[in-house]
């Protein structure tokens, strides 16, 4: 039982945003109250076992260069890792972790118990105390108040939570919990802003009725990338997956009972999450494709259930029983747990400030999913961002802000609360404009400096970074001493123009078909191949990126230019190339009337606005 009713910061919810705001105060230094549902809360995965992936990939280690918890956590829990898009260019490449579910639970409560100034409460908050127009507490059932200078709501999908399966409805924050109405219903009553948005889940399935002999496996990395910049190893032993399909019967059946499904039938007022369709979505919208890949997951290593990825449903279970094992390897299939679909209240996120304090409830801070984003890596950012705010405010420090140069974190805010949200929002790196400059490998040499000057870096990443920082400084002095004239290129085997120039190694580098391991060849001592592998890679992205940073940063400078340009009402978007069908469809609904007015439409992207210029400029 605890007796302290009166803390610095308080955060309500116990999930991905939840434990990384707690946690963030606490690195602060600020005495810290968690309240939740049922202290078994912590590091529940509502969805998928997995953590980071394309862009939600660049939000974890960014998460990580500020000490937050999110990726050492997820990398010791790690069963397999991958790296994807390692073909293509190193901006947009995303570490994915599949993860035991159950390990990752355990240690985000070692973490949160370590802290030793963070309080878990269990219990349901049912109202926030309002004094003097500032927030400062929560009323919490059977507890009463229990009072702060900072509050932060990290409710996730449990305010007016709605679950579907079919036709049945049942009111629940996420299976097998139950939802948050008296907060909803006081949000409401404030005349908040608050809309309805929906998502869904997968049937979980057991293991041990999988054909898995009859499936393709996907192994993960023999070399993995970890999350954190401070792992080097892997903890448990590493899985594979198994990769099914859907097919033409599967589509049938699903065809054949589109209106028994909550998200068809007209019972779910919300929106849904584009990007994440449910396998009814896939059926109905891709018509012509006869089918869609299944990666079958296990949730853990010592654990039957199966997360079959890319089959999300709201059919009724014996629906969701038919079509699952109309699949190859499924045909005997058990279901642990029927798919759902559900709806729930979220709070306009134009109401918040850039450090997600409510513009007029001072004091009371807003993050994860009840600002309208999916994903833990989008929730556990925004935690960890008004997490650090709520706390800089309690010891009457000013706020932290992050822009949109300068990291994805700042993109998503930026994006959340100057266009707000018209369905579930998710991270990709093609919201970013600085995009070349955001990367997984850099997010330290971006991030970890503000986190050390507010103090919430721990010394021991700091000598870490700093090390890091270094070595970098040291391999470009040494890249960088020593030009080479063409005469002298050419006779190591460089072809290069004459022009009279002299080349550092450094420069060579940028070069097209240029390999680092030739050029680390070209510096005379054996210093430079001494540096370890993840120093070198570094250097030579750096150097690759240079020129097209330099060129990326001018546009969106003359970007900022030309805000204040007129769209004229008859502009054709149809006649631009290189815009997508949506894009232009968004475009031609909301006639934005200037270049900022179409900046702020949700989805338009920093290239359209660039393509929207150049025509506009030709035709003046
Ligand atoms: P949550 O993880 O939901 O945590 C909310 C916490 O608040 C819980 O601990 C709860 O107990 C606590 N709480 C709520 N009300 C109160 C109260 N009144 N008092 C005290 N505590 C309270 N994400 C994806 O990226 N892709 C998907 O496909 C996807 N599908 C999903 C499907 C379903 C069915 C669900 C439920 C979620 C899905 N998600 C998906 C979303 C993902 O689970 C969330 O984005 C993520 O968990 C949000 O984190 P959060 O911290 O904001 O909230």
Redesign the pocket.
């Known amino acids: 039982m605890f007796h302290v009713k009166q803390f610095d910061v308080v955060v309500?919810?116990?999930?991905?945003?939840?434990v990384e705001a707690a946690h963030a105060a606490h690195r602060l230094g600020l005495s810290t109250a968690l309240?939740?549902?049922?202290k078994y809360?912590l590091g529940?995965?509502?969805?998928?076992p997995a953590i980071g992936g394309l862009g939600k990939g660049h939000l974890v280690r960014e998460i990580d260069a500020l000490d937050g918890l999110m990726a050492r956590v997820a990398d010791r829990s790690t069963i397999q890792h991958r790296l994807l898009n390692r073909s293509k260019g190193p901006a947009v490449r995303g570490p994915r972790a599949q993860i035991d579910r159950s390990v990752f639970r355990q240690e985000m409560a070692s973490e949160i118990a370590k802290a030793g100034n963070i309080s878990v409460i269990e219990?349901?908050?049912?109202d926030i105390i309002e004094e003097n127009g500032r927030i400062c507490g929560v009323n919490?059932a059977k507890l009463g108040d229990i009072r702060a200078t900072s509050t932060i709501i990290?409710?996730?999908?449990?305010?007016g939570g709605k679950i579907f399966v079919g036709r049945e409805v049942v009111f629940g924050?996420?299976?097998g919990?139950t939802s948050?109405k008296?907060?909803s219903d006081r949000f409401r009553g404030l005349g908040l802003g608050v809309g309805r948005l929906k998502?869904?889940?997968p049937p979980r399935l057991n293991s041990r009725t999988i054909n898995w002999d009859a499936l393709s496996r996907q192994e993960g990395d023999t070399h993995p990338e970890f999350l954190s910049f401070m792992t080097r190893k892997t903890s448990l032993p590493q899985i594979a997956c198994g990769v099914t399909a859907t097919n033409d019967l599967t589509h049938e059946i699903i065809r054949n009972n589109l209106h028994l499904s909550a998200m068809y039938g007209g019972d779910i007022e919300g929106v849904g999450?584009r990007y994440?369709p449910s396998i009814e979505d896939k059926v109905s919208r891709f018509a012509d494709k006869s089918e869609h890949q299944v990666f079958l997951e296990p949730e853990g290593l010592n654990d039957d259930t199966v997360y079959p990825n890319g089959i999300?449903t709201s059919l009724p279970v014996d629906i969701q029983e038919s079509y699952v094992r109309s699949i190859r390897g499924l045909e005997q299939v058990e279901i642990l747990q029927p798919g759902?679909?559900?709806e729930y209240d979220f709070l306009d996120p134009k109401s918040l400030e850039p450090t997600l304090e409510h513009s007029e409830l001072k004091g009371l801070y807003f993050?994860?999913?009840?600002n309208g984003?999916?994903?833990?890596e989008?929730?556990?950012a925004q935690?960890l961002v008004a997490g650090l705010n709520a706390g800089l405010a309690a010891k009457e420090l000013p706020g932290l802000s992050f822009d949109r140069s300068s990291s994805y974190i700042g993109v998503m805010i930026d994006d959340l609360v100057s266009r707000g949200v018209t369905e579930p929002y998710?991270m990709f790196t093609s919201r970013a404009e600085f995009r070349l400059k955001l990367r997984i490998d850099n997010a330290d040499q971006r991030l970890t400096e503000i986190g050390y000057s507010i103090g919430c870096v721990s010394e021991d990443r700091w000598a870490h970074y700093s090390t890091k920082k270094g070595r970098i400084a040291a391999g470009y002095h040494i890249l960088s001493r020593r030009g080479f004239t063409s005469h002298e290129l050419e006779r190591v085997g460089f072809s290069v123009k004459h022009d009279g120039q002299k080349r550092t190694p450094f420069e060579l580098l940028s070069l097209p078909g240029v390999d680092l391991a030739d050029v680390v060849k070209l510096v005379e001592s054996n210093e430079i191949a001494e540096f370890e592998p993840s120093i070198l890679e570094q250097l030579a992205i750096e150097a690759r990126y240079a020129h097209l940073l330099h060129r990326q940063e001018s546009e969106v400078e003359a970007l900022a230019k030309d805000q204040n340009l007129t769209i004229p009402l008859d502009f054709d978007y149809e006649r631009l190339s290189g815009l997508s069908n949506e894009v232009k469809s968004k475009l031609k609904a909301h006639e934005p009337k200037t270049i900022a007015h179409a900046a702020r439409l949700e989805g338009i992207t920093p290239a359209a606005l660039t393509r929207i210029v150049i025509e506009l400029r030709r035709v003046e």
Do not use: W
């Open positions: 309500v919810g116990g999930g991905h945003a939840g309240i939740t549902k049922s809360d529940v995965m509502s969805c998928n219990g349901e908050v049912l919490v990290t409710t996730g999908t449990f305010l924050g996420r299976m919990q948050s008296a907060l998502t869904g889940t999450p994440c999300s759902y679909a559900i993050a994860g999913q009840i984003t999916t994903g833990y989008e929730a556990a935690g998710r």
